[in-house]
């Protein structure tokens, strides 16, 4: 299955309570403080699984600007980076 990103709150305001800002090139996007370490990817880049304490294994696409995408999808058969990437070098 092709996961979407959920863009999550957009403002900070509208995440309610804490948020955490994704950064990047896509600068205001935030995404809800609980989405941070929760194994599933919130930000384009994976910001969110790659705090410190985060365990989530991740793989990256080959774009300009890197997309984050579970290492746990990488050769799974489908197309998951928006080039597919994740699909280019598997035997
Ligand atoms: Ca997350
Ligand atoms: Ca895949």
Redesign the pocket.
Known sequence: MRSRLALGCLLAAACGGEAFECGGKVLGVF?PAS????????CWGGQ??RQDGCTTALSFCDQPEPQAVLASVVCDGTADCDDGFDEASCE
Not at 35 to 42: L, N, Q
């Open positions: 995404v989405a941070v370490c929760d194994g599933r990817i919130d969110d699984e």
